[in-house]
């Protein structure tokens, strides 16, 4: 939520501590007077934000949050949609927080907290903070690499021409290299991957534009500044691979604030765990060509050299013929393809290396691809499990393999990242800080805390203030088949094709999968032909997400179709959006093989995967859903949620107790008539 469009409070409820909290809301803090002077009336929030008002629950969450930071403990905040965390945090952050990391979910939150949230703090508080903004290294154009791209000249569309004329433009004109100012350029565009550095063919000090480097430029900054912000997926890859700048932050922070915290077990799984990909063997064999050729023309026939190690990355990924796979190490057949390719793909790596070896002393960018192919030809031996050898408890991890349209990822994942997490918390005395929307099922924070390995940390949550009871109806189909018998999909369609109509268009349908998109994509398409309705349609893939976000909120009676990435981080204010419908409740895939492994580890223990780890992950991914549909005071609209579980089975209770207080029905004609103007007196 951006919190600039403070609108009205309605009396809520204190924030009720939900475990035995060291925090209390009754308990006053050392900086609760002054919290309260700087979100009262009068205060100097009032004139800098317009459309602000006081809201008692924004008020002490600040004030929890400034206590915290005082005594430097950590705190667990859950805050409902329109509470309006970000100044709740950024306040106390900014007048007492010391060096203050802020890390968010994604890139463009970055953005927005870097570009016009903390500008607007800092200004209202007259705060005598510096900020920095810090990415990863792939964001920032590389000196090296533009030059090497254009020396080489090896385009191969005439976009990327173009793209490369523009980045090539911008590089005199940038002072920080952050490819999205250049919006010219799509942030996707392949060409990026040519201009910009990864850890492996970074020269480091070795390169001749050391002094001019925007990594390095962005990280001296980051160093100088009170505050730092940060994404999830930066802070995790620098303690795992200490490559981003954030190690350096760490020890003199004071303050770490994780906003949209509910993200972090999956992010912070992926960086604790190990990946290597054929798409890294291929990015070393196109380097090994150029600076082979740039430097050493006569020392071996460097595209034979190349070529056949290229052959056997793509053989290895052409051992899994469909598109997409995900298949743990023990669901591979013995007898597949998979291992003689993989055998055959480290023998030629190792012959590359040979090669290498002979003639590395003739530059030192032949050098470092040595370097980088001994680590890789390292990760590929890695890659091996002996279930034989006993693996001590909460060090367990899963081997699987995942193949996309031309890559194929080895994965080594921890099943638990609690101890890791716990032991990164450790040492200098510092406030940990996070919150979200959702963080709690049914007030209880174990499912979120237990992953991270917060045991006993107080967790704190504050209502939103919104009036859903007023404002929204949550309406739940009759007659609707089992979500997974065929027909799924057409039978949610019959379903919501009346009250889309009813609703003017105006409408998200987030689908839990892909295949769902598709197949209500084509289907509505036919549909409003057939029935003359005119409402735009919108489907992810179509165009980037911030274009077709924007796209939909200028026509104002659109249908959005999307699946995961449409789910949370999305704000859509006004009529725009008045009806959200969700295909499925989002329970994980049962063949996700890091699931999978994590339940068989619960129930040796006792537990029950199922109501322990799989219900109340889909709760929380199920509240941001229902978290699109009303983002302001003014907002109205109808959350229809068509898995009749919810009704059926014993565990749907827990389920539609998470979500905000709707009125309820489960009648067609309530909802047609929640969409009908009201009659004129």
Excluded at 546 to 569: C, H, M, P
Aim: with cysteine; proline share 6%; hydrophobic share 40%.
């Amino acid at each position: 939520m951006t919190d600039h469009d403070q609108t009205p409070a309605v009396p809520d409820g204190n924030g009720d501590a939900s475990t035995s909290a060291a925090v209390s809301a009754d308990a006053p803090g050392k900086y609760d007077a002054e919290v309260e002077r700087l979100f009262g009336v009068g205060g100097p929030l009032g004139p800098a934000v317009g459309g602000f008002r006081p809201r008692k629950s924004q008020t002490e969450m600040a004030k929890a949050i400034a206590q915290a930071i005082s005594e430097q403990q950590t705190l667990i905040a859950e805050a409902g949609t329109g509470t309006g965390k970000t100044f709740a945090y950024l306040v106390p952050a900014l007048m007492w927080g010391g060096k203050t990391i802020v890390s968010t979910g994604t890139k463009n939150l970055q953005d927005q907290l870097f570009q016009r949230d903390i500008p607007t703090v800092r200004a209202a508080l007259k705060a005598p903070v510096s900020v920095a903004l810090l990415k990863g290294r792939g964001n920032y154009l590389c000196h090296y690499h533009l030059e090497r791209t254009l020396a080489n000249g090896r385009m191969t569309s005439r976009e990327d021409v173009g793209y490369l004329r523009e980045i090539s433009r911008f590089l005199k004109m940038t002072q920080t290299g952050d490819k999205a100012e250049l919006a010219r350029v799509p942030e996707n565009a392949p060409v990026w991957n040519l201009v910009t550095s990864t850890r492996e063919n970074c020269l480091g000090q070795e390169c001749q534009y050391n002094q001019d480097c925007f990594v390095l430029k962005a990280r001296r900054e980051a160093q100088q500044a009170d505050v730092v912000v940060v994404n999830h997926h930066l802070f995790f890859a620098d303690v795992a691979l200490k490559d981003t700048g954030v190690a350096e932050l760490l020890p003199s922070a004071n303050t770490i604030i994780f906003d949209e915290a509910h993200q972090l077990p999956d992010t912070a799984t992926l960086f604790f765990g190990e990946t290597v990909s054929t798409s890294q063997v291929l990015e070393l064999c196109r380097d090994v060509l150029a600076e082979g050729l740039a430097h050493a023309r006569d020392g071996a026939n460097w595209a034979s050299v190349v070529s056949v190690v290229e052959k056997a990355a793509r053989d290895l990924r052409l051992t899994f013929p469909q598109d997409v796979v995900r298949l743990s190490l023990p669901q591979i057949a013995p007898s597949s393809d998979f291992f003689p390719a993989l055998e055959k793909l480290k023998e030629e790596l190792d012959g590359m290396l040979e090669v290498l070896e002979g003639q590395a002393q003739r530059a030192e960018t032949i050098e470092h691809c040595r370097t980088r192919g001994l680590e890789l030809a390292q990760k590929y031996k890695d890659w091996t499990y002996d279930p034989k050898v006993k693996v001590p408890p909460g060090q367990e991890a899963v081997y699987w393999v995942e193949a996309f349209a031309s890559s194929l990822q080895l994965h080594k994942t921890p099943l638990s990242i609690a101890q890791i997490f716990s032991n990164q918390r450790e040492g200098t005395p510092r406030s940990w800080i996070f919150t979200s929307a959702t963080l709690a099922v049914k007030n209880d924070f174990k499912h979120f805390s237990h992953q991270l390995g917060l045991y006993d940390e107080p967790a704190m949550s504050w209502p939103s203030p919104f009036n859903y009871a007023e404002q929204g109806i949550l309406y739940v189909p009759q007659g609707l088949p089992d979500p997974n018998s065929l027909g799924y999909t057409d039978a949610v369609l019959d379903c919501a094709l009346p009250v889309i109509e009813a609703a003017g268009g105006r409408t998200f349908l987030l689908c839990t999968t892909l295949r769902a998109v598709k197949r209500a994509a084509e289907r509505l398409r036919d549909e409003f032909e057939r029935r003359g309705l005119k409402f735009p349609l919108f489907v992810q893939g179509d165009r980037g997400r911030t274009e077709l976000l924007d796209q939909f909120r200028k026509a104002g009676n659109g249908v959005l179709i999307g699946s995961q990435s449409f789910w949370e981080g999305v704000d859509v204010r006004g009529e725009a959006l008045s009806l959200v419908i969700i295909d499925k409740l989002p329970f994980a895939p049962p063949d996700d093989p890091v699931l999978a492994a994590r339940i068989e580890v619960m129930e040796k223990k006792g537990m029950n995967g199922f109501v322990h780890h799989t219900l109340p992950e889909a709760i929380i991914n199920l509240k941001q859903g229902a978290g699109r549909l009303i983002r302001d005071e003014g907002d109205r609209g109808v959350l229809m949620l068509c898995d009749p579980r919810v009704i059926t089975k014993p565990y749907g209770r827990r389920i539609w107790q998470s979500l905000p207080p709707f009125k309820r029905t489960r009648e067609q004609a309530d909802v047609i008539a929640f969409f009908q103007p009201p009659e004129a007196p």
